[in-house]
C-alpha cells in the first residue's frame, strides 16, 4: 500500500508537523523493507513447496520506444569505423574459375577476386607404429613420440584446447560438449572430458598466481568486487581483484576482511610486523599491550601454523586481538611481497575492502536514492534534485578526473560539502543518504588526488559478470581441483582480454608448450611501463 501525503504549504510547516513528517517517513521506509522482506519469504515458502515463485517480470521496452538521435554518427559505437574487412584474412587456397564453354570471340579481361570463408571441423585419428629395439645389453628401446604429441595423453593439443575454450569461453555444459564431440566422432567419455577439464593444469595455476601477485605490484589502483559461488553444494563467495591490465578471481567460503587479505596475498600466506602493520594496528585502536607484545622479535612467520604458535607463545587470546593482530600481519606481509603502501582500493563500499588506501563508487552511493519509494509529488521532486545535485558534480568530477587542475580541488570539495551537509524535510530517507556520504567523504574524493583512479566500479562488476554466467549455467563445482580450475581459467580468460591477447591461441600455444605467446606477467608489467611513460611524457611540458 502506497500512502500519499498531500503537500504541506511551507506557513504550515510547524515543528510538530515536521517532526510527524520525519515519523511518517521513517515508517514509510521501514514498511517497504518489511514489504520486500516478506515477499523473499513468501518466494522462498513456494521453492520449498516445489511451487514456483512470484515472477519478475520487466516492462517490455518496446512499449516507449527512445528517441532517435539526432544524427547517424550518435548511434555508433566506439570501434565501430570503416575499416577494410579482409584485411587481416589469410588465404589458404586459391581456385581458378573460368567461363564454362565461352561464346566464340570472347575476350580475357581480368580475374575478380570473391571470397568464401568456411570452417572445416573434422576427427583426426593418427596410429603410430613405434619401433622398439633390443639393445645388446639385453634392454628394450622405444622410438619416441612426435614434438606434438603430448606425453601420456591420447587427446591432442588442439582437441584439449578446443574442450578448454569450449567450457571455460562459451559455457557450455559438460553434458552438451560430450554430446557434440560424440556426434562429431569423437571416442570420448564424460570422465575423460572432466579430467580434461580440471587434471594436469599446474602451470596454468602458477602462471594465474603470478598475474595476481605482478598485477598487484606494477598497478596504482585496483578494483574489487565479490559474488556468490557454489562449492559441494554450498554458497561460497568469489572475490574478483583487478584494472585495466589484469583480473584474477578467487572463490572462498567467507568474504571477510581476513579472507580478502589473505586473497591479495596469494596461494601461501605469510605473516609480518611491520610499519604497516603497526600503523593498522594503531588504526583498529589495537591495545598498546598486545602491540608491544607484538614488536618483539621475531617479526616474520612463513606459515599460518607458525603464526599461530607464535600467537599462543604470546598469550593473545583474545578473539578480537587475534583478528586485528592477523589482519595486521597479513597486511604486513603484502607490502613486503611488492604492493605500494599507496595503493588505491576501489570497491563499492563493502568494509572488508576499507584497506590502505580506499576509493568508493560514486553509482553505489548514489543507488539508495534511486531505490527510495517517494510517497507524494514532493518527496518524489526533493528525491530528483538531489540526485541531478549529485550526478552534476560527478560529471564535473570526470571532467577534473580527464583533466587535473589542482585550482578546483577546493571548489570541488565545497560542492561536496553542500551537498551531503544540505537540509531537507526528509531526514530518515534522504538525510540518511546524504550522511552516509558525508562519512565517506574522502574515499569518494579519492580522485582528486589519485585521478588515476576510475569514479566507479563499474569496470569489476562487468569482470565478475562472465562468472556469474558461468554459475547460472553449470551451478557449482564438487572437488577442489574444480574450483581451483574455475577461478583460474576464469582469471587467464579475462587477462588474456584486457590484454588483447586471443584465448583461443593463448590455450593452443600452453598446451603444446611452445611460448609463442609472452608469459601474461610479462605482458601486464610491460603494458604498466608503456602506460607510466605516457604519463610522464604527457606531464613533461613541451
Given at each position: 500500500?502506497?500512502?500519499?501525503?498531500?503537500?504541506?504549504?511551507?506557513?504550515?510547516?510547524?515543528?510538530?508537523?515536521?517532526?510527524l513528517?520525519?515519523?511518517?517517513?521513517?515508517?514509510?521506509?521501514?514498511?517497504?523493507?518489511?514489504?520486500?522482506?516478506?515477499?523473499?519469504?513468501?518466494?522462498?515458502?513456494?521453492?520449498?513447496?516445489?511451487?514456483?515463485?512470484?515472477?519478475?517480470?520487466?516492462?517490455?521496452?518496446?512499449?516507449?520506444?527512445?528517441?532517435?538521435?539526432?544524427?547517424?554518427?550518435?548511434?555508433?559505437?566506439?570501434?565501430?569505423?570503416?575499416?577494410?574487412?579482409?584485411?587481416?584474412?589469410?588465404?589458404?587456397e586459391?581456385?581458378?574459375?573460368?567461363?564454362?564453354?565461352?561464346?566464340?570471340?570472347s575476350?580475357?579481361?581480368?580475374?575478380?577476386?570473391?571470397?568464401?570463408?568456411?570452417?572445416?571441423?573434422?576427427?583426426?585419428?593418427?596410429?603410430?607404429?613405434?619401433?622398439?629395439?633390443q639393445?645388446?645389453?639385453?634392454?628394450?628401446?622405444?622410438?619416441?613420440l612426435?614434438?606434438?604429441?603430448?606425453?601420456?595423453?591420447?587427446?591432442?593439443?588442439?582437441?584439449?584446447?578446443?574442450?578448454?575454450?569450449?567450457?571455460?569461453?562459451?559455457?557450455?555444459?559438460?553434458?552438451?560438449?560430450?554430446?557434440?564431440?560424440?556426434?562429431?566422432?569423437?571416442?570420448?567419455?564424460?570422465?575423460?572430458?572432466?579430467?580434461?577439464?580440471?587434471?594436469?593444469?599446474?602451470?596454468?595455476?602458477?602462471?594465474?598466481?603470478?598475474?595476481?601477485?605482478?598485477g598487484?605490484?606494477v598497478?596504482?589502483?585496483?578494483?574489487?568486487?565479490?559474488?556468490?559461488?557454489?562449492?559441494?553444494?554450498?554458497?561460497?563467495?568469489?572475490?574478483?581483484?583487478?584494472?585495466?591490465?589484469?583480473?584474477?578471481f578467487?572463490?572462498?567460503?567467507?568474504?571477510?576482511?581476513?579472507?580478502?587479505?589473505?586473497?591479495?596475498?596469494?596461494?601461501?600466506?605469510?605473516?609480518?610486523?611491520?610499519?604497516?602493520?603497526?600503523?593498522?594496528?594503531?588504526?583498529?585502536?589495537?591495545?598498546?599491550?598486545?602491540?608491544?607484545?607484538?614488536?618483539?622479535?621475531?617479526c616474520?612467520?612463513?606459515?599460518?601454523?607458525?603464526?599461530?604458535?607464535?600467537?599462543?607463545?604470546?598469550?593473545?587470546?583474545?578473539?578480537?586481538?587475534?583478528?586485528?593482530?592477523?589482519?595486521?600481519?597479513?597486511?604486513?606481509?603484502?607490502?613486503?611481497?611488492?604492493?605500494?603502501?599507496r595503493?588505491?582500493?576501489?570497491?563499492?563500499?563493502?568494509?572488508?575492502?576499507?584497506?590502505?588506501?580506499?576509493?568508493?563508487?560514486?553509482?553505489?552511493?548514489?543507488?539508495?536514492?534511486?531505490?527510495?519509494?517517494?510517497?507524494?509529488?514532493?518527496?518524489?521532486?526533493?528525491?530528483?534534485?538531489?540526485?541531478?545535485?549529485?550526478?552534476?558534480?560527478?560529471?564535473?568530477?570526470?571532467?577534473?578526473?580527464l583533466?587535473?587542475?589542482?585550482?578546483?580541488?577546493?571548489?570541488?570539495?565545497?560542492?561536496?560539502?553542500?551537498?551531503?551537509?544540505?537540509?531537507?524535510n526528509?531526514?530518515?530517507?534522504?538525510?540518511?543518504?546524504?550522511?552516509?556520504m558525508?562519512?565517506?567523504?574522502?574515499?569518494?574524493?579519492?580522485?582528486?588526488?589519485?585521478?588515476?583512479?576510475?569514479?566507479?566500479?563499474?569496470?569489476?562488476?562487468?569482470?565478475?559478470?562472465?562468472?556469474?554466467?558461468?554459475?547460472?549455467?553449470?551451478?557449482?563445482?564438487?572437488?577442489?581441483?574444480?574450483?581451483?580450475?574455475?577461478?583460474?581459467?576464469?582469471?587467464?580468460?579475462?587477462?588474456?582480454?584486457?590484454?588483447?591477447?586471443?584465448?583461443?591461441?593463448?590455450?593452443?600455444?600452453?598446451?603444446?608448450?611452445?611460448?609463442?605467446?609472452?608469459?601474461?606477467?610479462?605482458?601486464?608489467?610491460?603494458?604498466?611501463?608503456?602506460?607510466?611513460?605516457?604519463?610522464?611524457?604527457?606531464?613533461?611540458?613541451?
Open positions: 500500500m502506497k500512502l500519499q501525503l498531500p503537500a504541506i504549504p511551507e506557513a504550515e510547516r510547524t515543528p510538530l508537523v515536521e517532526a513528517v520525519a515519523i511518517i517517513d521513517a515508517q514509510q521506509q521501514r514498511i517497504q523493507q518489511l514489504e520486500e522482506t516478506v515477499q523473499l519469504l513468501r518466494d522462498e515458502i513456494a521453492i520449498l513447496k516445489g511451487q514456483k515463485p512470484r515472477p519478475d517480470i520487466k516492462p517490455s521496452q518496446l512499449e516507449t520506444p527512445p528517441p532517435k538521435p539526432p544524427s547517424a554518427e550518435a548511434t555508433k559505437r566506439p570501434g565501430s569505423a570503416k575499416r577494410s574487412k579482409n584485411a587481416t584474412l589469410v588465404i589458404s586459391d581456385w581458378l574459375v573460368v567461363v564454362p564453354d565461352p561464346p566464340v570471340g575476350t580475357h579481361l581480368r580475374y575478380e577476386k570473391y571470397l568464401v570463408q568456411d570452417l572445416v571441423i573434422e576427427v583426426k585419428t593418427t596410429c603410430y607404429h613405434r619401433e622398439r629395439l639393445l645388446p645389453d639385453g634392454s628394450s628401446l622405444l622410438a619416441p612426435p614434438e606434438d604429441v603430448l606425453e601420456g595423453q591420447h587427446f591432442g593439443a588442439e582437441l584439449i584446447a578446443y574442450v578448454l575454450y569450449q567450457y571455460r569461453q562459451c559455457h557450455v555444459t559438460q553434458p552438451l560438449l560430450l554430446e557434440q564431440l560424440q556426434e562429431l566422432g569423437v571416442d570420448i567419455s564424460a570422465g575423460q572430458i572432466s579430467h580434461i577439464l580440471t587434471e594436469g593444469h599446474e602451470d596454468f595455476h602458477r602462471e594465474k598466481e603470478a598475474v595476481l601477485t605482478t598487484l605490484q598497478s596504482s589502483y585496483i578494483g574489487v568486487d565479490d559474488t556468490g559461488a557454489r562449492h559441494q553444494g554450498k554458497n561460497g563467495y568469489c572475490t574478483a581483484i583487478g584494472n585495466d591490465l589484469f583480473a584474477c578467487t572463490s572462498t567460503d567467507s568474504k571477510s576482511r581476513l579472507n580478502f587479505l589473505h586473497v591479495l596475498q596469494g596461494a601461501q600466506p605469510s605473516y609480518t610486523i611491520n610499519e604497516t602493520a603497526l600503523a593498522y594496528f594503531k588504526e583498529q585502536e589495537l591495545a598498546q599491550a598486545v602491540v608491544a607484545k607484538l614488536s618483539v622479535e621475531p616474520r612467520f612463513d606459515s599460518e601454523a607458525a603464526w599461530q604458535v607464535r600467537l599462543v607463545e604470546l598469550g593473545i587470546t583474545a578473539k578480537l586481538h587475534v583478528r586485528i593482530a592477523t589482519e595486521g600481519a597479513l597486511l604486513g606481509q603484502i607490502i613486503v611481497q611488492g604492493v605500494s603502501p595503493l588505491v582500493i576501489l570497491s563499492d563500499g563493502a568494509p572488508q575492502f576499507d584497506l590502505l588506501i580506499h576509493a568508493s563508487c560514486w553509482v553505489h552511493a548514489e543507488r539508495p536514492l534511486a531505490r527510495l519509494v517517494p510517497y507524494n509529488e514532493e518527496h518524489r521532486v526533493a528525491i530528483e534534485q538531489v540526485r541531478q545535485q549529485i550526478w552534476e558534480l560527478y560529471r564535473d568530477m570526470k571532467e577534473y578526473r583533466a587535473p587542475n589542482p585550482a578546483a580541488k577546493p571548489t570541488l570539495t565545497a560542492r561536496f560539502d553542500a551537498l551531503v551537509g544540505q537540509k531537507n526528509y531526514p530518515t530517507s534522504i538525510g540518511q543518504v546524504l550522511k552516509e558525508c562519512v565517506h567523504k574522502a574515499d569518494l574524493l579519492c580522485v582528486l588526488e589519485r585521478p588515476e583512479v576510475p569514479l566507479h566500479n563499474n569496470g569489476m562488476e562487468s569482470d565478475i559478470r562472465g562468472y556469474v554466467k558461468m554459475r547460472k549455467i553449470s551451478g557449482g563445482t564438487r572437488s577442489e581441483a574444480g574450483r581451483r580450475c574455475r577461478d583460474t581459467f576464469s582469471s587467464l580468460k579475462k587477462t588474456c582480454r584486457k590484454l588483447g591477447v586471443s584465448f583461443w591461441a593463448y590455450l593452443k600455444d600452453r598446451i603444446r608448450g611452445r611460448g609463442q605467446i609472452a608469459w601474461l606477467p610479462d605482458l601486464i608489467r610491460a603494458r604498466a611501463v608503456k602506460e607510466c611513460a605516457a604519463v610522464l611524457e604527457e606531464a613533461v611540458p613541451v
